[in-house]
C-alpha cells in the first residue's frame, strides 16, 4: 500500500472573530477526499451561525500534491499518526519523548485536541483492516468518523424525512444499472448520490461540495442522524454515521 502524506494544516486568519480567548482545543479533520474536505472547510468558516465557540478551531488536514487520489482509511490514519509525531515516514514508532520535536502541526496539544479520520464503511476491502485501524486509533486517541455506506448519507440527512427511503435500500445502495432505480439519473450514479442530488439540486461525488445547499440544515442533520447507529464500531455493519456525534462534540 502506497504512503499517504498529509500537508501541514493550513493556518487559518482567526484575527477576525470576536473575542479574546485563546484556543481550547483543535480538531484536525483528514478525510477522503475533496467531497468531506470541502464539508469542514464550510463548517470551519462558519463556526459562529453553527455555535461552534471561538475557542474551537477546526483544522482542514489536506493530501499533499499527486496524492489526492489516495484514500484508504488505514492510509489516513497511519498519515495522521506521522503528522503527530506517532511514526516515522517508513511506518515505526518513534519513542514518546521524541513526539513532541517530530509532530509537523504547530501548537498540537495531545491532551485536549482531537484528531479526527472520516471515512466511508463501502470503501473496498476495508473488513481486513478494521481490527489494525481501531487498534492504532485507541493506542493514540484518534477519533474514528464512520458513514455507512458513505458520507452522502450525511449530506441526505440534511433533508427533510430521512426515513422516507427503505433503510435496505439506503445501507445496499445500489447501482442505477440500467436505469431500473431512477430512469432519469445516470447508470453511473449509486442510489444515495442521486437522492442528494435531487434533494440539493445537483450533486457529484468526489467532487468540492456546494456547501451553502447544506449549511442550513445542519441541525436537521443532526437530530435526523440520531435515528440510526452513530456508534463507530457498529458502523462497520449497520446503517448510519457518526459525523452528528462529530458537529456535537464540536459545539461543546
Known amino acids: 500500500m502506497k504512503r499517504l502524506n498529509l500537508r501541514t494544516a493550513k493556518k487559518y486568519d482567526y484575527a477576525d472573530e470576536e473575542g479574546t480567548i485563546l484556543p481550547r482545543i483543535h480538531f484536525y479533520c483528514i478525510s477522503e477526499g475533496a467531497t468531506e474536505e470541502t464539508y469542514f472547510f464550510g463548517i470551519r468558516n462558519n463556526k459562529a451561525g453553527l455555535g461552534i465557540k471561538n475557542d474551537v478551531r477546526i483544522e482542514v488536514v489536506k493530501k499533499q500534491e499527486g496524492q ?23 511506518g515505526e514508532e518513534i519513542p514518546e519523548k521524541e513526539w513532541g520535536e517530530n509532530c509537523k502541526w504547530d501548537d498540537f496539544d495531545p491532551e485536549i485536541d482531537q484528531v479526527c479520520v472520516i471515512f466511508d464503511r463501502d ?7 478494521m481490527d489494525e485501524i481501531f487498534r492504532l486509533c485507541d493506542e493514540y486517541r ?43 439519473a445516470s447508470v453511473k450514479k449509486k442510489y444515495l448520490e442521486i437522492l442528494v442530488s435531487k434533494n440539493a439540486g445537483g450533486y457529484s461525488k468526489g467532487s468540492k461540495l456546494e456547501f451553502e445547499k447544506f449549511l442550513p440544515f445542519i441541525d436537521l442533520a443532526i437530530e435526523q442522524a440520531k435515528k440510526y447507529c452513530e456508534d463507530a464500531r457498529k458502523l462497520i455493519d449497520e446503517l448510519g454515521t457518526s459525523m452528528g456525534i462529530l458537529l456535537r462534540e464540536m459545539r461543546l
Not at 470503501?123 to 483492516?129: A, I, P, S, T, V
Request: with cysteine; hydrophobic share 40%.
Open 123 to 129: 470503501y473496498k476491502d476495508l473488513q481486513k483492516n
Open 68 to 90: 489526492e487520489t489516495l484514500s484508504h482509511p488505514l492510509q489516513l490514519v497511519k498519515a495522521a499518526l506521522v503528522c503527530m509525531g506517532r511514526i516515522n515516514e517508513s
Open 142 to 184: 484518534i477519533k474514528v468518523v464512520i458513514s455507512n455506506p458513505n458520507f452522502e448519507l450525511w449530506l441526505l440527512m440534511h433533508f427533510p424525512n430521512i426515513e422516507q427511503y427503505p433503510r435496505g435500500d439506503l445501507l445496499a445502495n445500489k447501482k442505477n444499472v440500467g436505469g431500473k432505480l431512477f430512469k432519469e
